[in-house]
């Protein structure tokens, strides 16, 4: 059974810090998926990398990837209260789009 | 407008009652899914259409039916469900139910079970 395990789970830092959150799965693959939940709302997609040393860049976030270690990173750069969310990572073990979660990393960015 | 809408947002239904809810996706997408977000467990996929048919049960109850009459709706019929049923329930899309499409998700429906 794929699990997908977010690390920290609760994380409270300060605007203009650069922190990293981890998301490490047990199956081999090569796709993850990283997106944005804010309270009440639906999941926003942010990246989605399809490669082993994938990085993608979006603002002040960039995502990687390394399959060889199951292992992706999601880091913030200079954290604004805006990027206040909780960001879940997803794994796709197969070719057909079958989603497994992480718990969600809950970010909260304090002025 | 968004990409993917849901009807109801928020609904309340006793555990002998029937209730539906509603996705549309505005996307031309071929692939729809829900999901079921509870509170302190991770997202679980539920069920996946592709072209309208239904290509993963993810081992649902039986209490849950879906029904997707065209690429661009997708139903979850409900009926007599229990508390722990209680969740957010979202729909989702994407181009084809094939891997590195990006899956637009819905706002969600919030369910209670009282």
């Known amino acids: 059974e794929l699990k997908v395990e977010q690390n920290p789970l609760f994380l409270s830092m300060q605007e203009g810090k650069n922190y990293t959150i981890y998301c490490n799965y047990s199956?081999?693959?090569?796709?993850l998926y990283w997106y944005r939940q804010d309270p009440g709302k639906s999941l926003e997609s942010l990246f989605v990398?399809?490669?082993?040393?994938a990085v993608k860049q979006e603002g002040r976030l960039m995502a990687s990837l390394d399959t060889k270690a199951r292992l992706s990173t999601l880091h913030i750069t200079a954290a604004v209260h805006d990027l206040s969310a909780t960001y879940f990572c997803?794994?796709?073990?197969?070719?057909?789009?079958?989603?497994?979660f992480g718990e969600g990393t809950q970010l909260t960015v304090n002025p | 407008e968004t990409g993917v809408t849901q009807t109801p947002r928020h609904l309340v239904m006793g555990m002998t009652n029937k209730k539906s809810l509603k996705c549309e996706q505005h996307?031309?997408?071929?692939?729809m899914y829900w999901y079921k977000q509870s509170a302190k467990k991770p997202l679980e996929l539920m069920f996946v259409?592709?072209?309208?048919?239904?290509?993963e049960n993810n081992s649902v109850p039986s209490r849950f039916s879906p029904e997707c009459p065209n690429s661009s709706h997708l139903f979850l019929h409900l009926h007599t469900l229990q508390p722990e049923d209680s969740a957010l329930y979202l729909c989702?899309?994407?181009?084809?139910?094939?891997?590195?499409?990006?899956?637009?998700f819905g706002e969600g429906s919030w369910l209670t079970v009282v």
């Open positions: 989702a899309s994407s181009q084809t139910p094939t891997s590195g499409n990006t899956i637009y």
């Open positions: 199956t081999t693959s090569d796709r």
């Open positions: 990398l399809l490669s082993n040393g």
């Open positions: 997803a794994v796709d073990p197969t070719s057909g789009s079958r989603l497994t």
């Open positions: 996307l031309g997408h071929n692939a």
């Open positions: 259409y592709s072209l309208e048919e239904r290509v």
